[in-house]
Every structure is written in C-alpha cells, then in structure tokens.
C-alpha cells in the first residue's frame, strides 16, 4: 500500500512562494494519478491539482497560473509549487494518490499566508 508523506508547509508573506513536496513510498508514482487538494478552516477539502500517470495536469481555478505540479519518478516525489501566494490560501494541504489497492492520504502540511 501506498503511503504519503507531505513537507514544505510553513509561514509565508503575501506573494511570496513555496514548494510542497509529497514523498511516496509502497507504489510507484509513475504509474498513478496524484493530487493535491486543501483544507481551510471551516471548509471542506477542496481541490487543487492534479497530474495524470501520463503527465497531463490540471488546475482549479483559484490556482490557475500560480501553481505548478510536478513528479520526479526517480525520487518518488510529486511537487507543488506554489507563487504568488494568497491569504486564502492559508490551509492544511494534502496529497492524494489513486493507486490499483484504492485512495491514499497523506497527513497534511500546514500552509500560512500572512497578509
């Protein structure tokens, strides 16, 4: 089974950028589909991107053109680079991985965009 560990969450300044990083372990990133999605406080977890096993990404909408994700098969390693960063884009951020033994979590990193 596929087990998720997401890093590079932390305290950032209005505009200013970051890079998430989800590190896989028990399965191959190369053959799945990976996602990242967010939850801010008193909301529901919301979509943020996502990146076909074929390398085709896609976007919400609040994150279209700030964000970039990414895979690095060789470290096992899917990234999300974030710019232009928000206050409302303060949430907890998770990575999420469809693999053929079902749908995987990570723990979640914390992101803080101070106004």
């Known amino acids: 089974q596929a087990h998720l560990v997401e890093s590079g969450g932390g305290l950032v300044q209005a505009g200013g950028s970051l890079r998430l990083a989800c590190a896989v372990s028990g399965d191959s990133i190369s053959k799945l589909a990976m996602a990242w999605f967010h939850r801010a406080p008193r909301d529901a977890r919301q979509f943020v991107a996502a990146i076909a096993w074929s390398d085709v990404t896609y976007y919400a909408d609040s994150v279209k053109g700030r964000s970039t994700i990414s895979r690095d098969n060789a470290k096992n390693t899917v990234y999300l680079q974030m710019n232009s960063l928000k206050p409302e884009d303060t949430a907890v951020y998770y990575c999420?991985?469809?693999?053929?033994?079902?749908?995987?979590w990570g723990q979640g990193t914390q992101v803080t965009v101070s106004s």
């Open positions: 999420y991985a469809r693999t053929t033994d079902g749908d995987f």
